[in-house]
């Protein structure tokens, strides 16, 4: 059960767009919908931003957007704001009752 | 709203037993669709899904650490635990308890660090 491959930085001017990619497995990422990020401020627990391969829980905004073809999710952060600097992580389900995290990019507002 | 809080000894010696416990609040752990985790997060490092339980004590392990892992629920306390036995200094971490929602872990803890060292 290896990690999700995620780049170690991205970066962007605020307004701009930002993509940060998860590539997994056909037994991960490819098999199933159940994608989801996290975004993780420092010293704090990580927080639900896209379940579902896109899906965003109430609260966050539509700036944040997920999609997937086939081993590899994105998630897109539109619009680049100072307070979307953190970490972003994916996740998928396994299967069996699994989980597997991806490795985690850091996010820079230039 | 659903809140969980991570409790436990912060330090632990080496080859002893981690114990932590997550009691949950503003729902039951014994709910019918309920299912729980913990993930853990080296210092400067990322995610680590370490397992999973139903409400029904059906557990669910990563296999990396399966050997060394042990999940339970206590209804009467609406708390779950999480056993990590023979700790070595690669299990310092912040450990998470999380509500999983419908396959992606949902609600979490605020994380407590649990460091290793003799």
């Known amino acids: 059960q290896s990690a999700l491959t995620q780049p170690p930085s991205a970066s962007g001017s605020p307004g701009q767009s930002v993509t940060i990619s998860c590539t997994g497995t056909s037994n991960d990422v490819g098999a199933y919908k159940y994608v989801s990020w996290y975004q993780q401020h420092p010293g704090k627990a990580p927080k639900l931003i896209i379940y579902e391969v896109s899906k965003r829980p109430s609260g966050v905004p539509d700036r944040f957007s997920g999609s997937k073809s086939d081993n590899t999710a994105s998630l897109t952060v539109s619009g680049l704001q100072a307070e979307d600097e953190a970490d972003y992580y994916c996740s998928s389900y396994a299967g069996t009752n699994k989980f597997v995290f991806g490795t985690g990019t850091k996010v820079t507002a230039l | 709203q659903l809140q969980l809080q991570e409790s436990g000894p912060g330090l632990v010696k080496p080859s002893e037993t981690l114990s932590l416990t997550c009691t949950v609040s503003?729902?039951?752990?014994?709910?019918?669709?309920?299912?729980w985790g913990w993930i853990r997060q080296p210092p400067g490092k990322g995610l680590e899904w370490i397992g999973s339980i139903y409400y029904r004590g059906n557990t669910y392990y990563n296999p990396s650490l399966k050997s060394r892992v042990t999940i339970s629920v206590d209804t009467s306390k609406n708390q779950f635990s999480l056993k990590l036995s023979s700790v070595t200094a690669a299990d310092t971490a912040v450990y998470y308890c999380?509500?999983?929602?419908?396959?992606?872990?949902?609600?979490w803890g605020q994380g407590t660090l649990v460091t290793v060292s003799s």
């Open positions: 503003g729902g039951s752990v014994s709910s019918s669709d309920s299912y």
């Open positions: 999380t509500k999983i929602g419908n396959w992606f872990p949902l609600n």
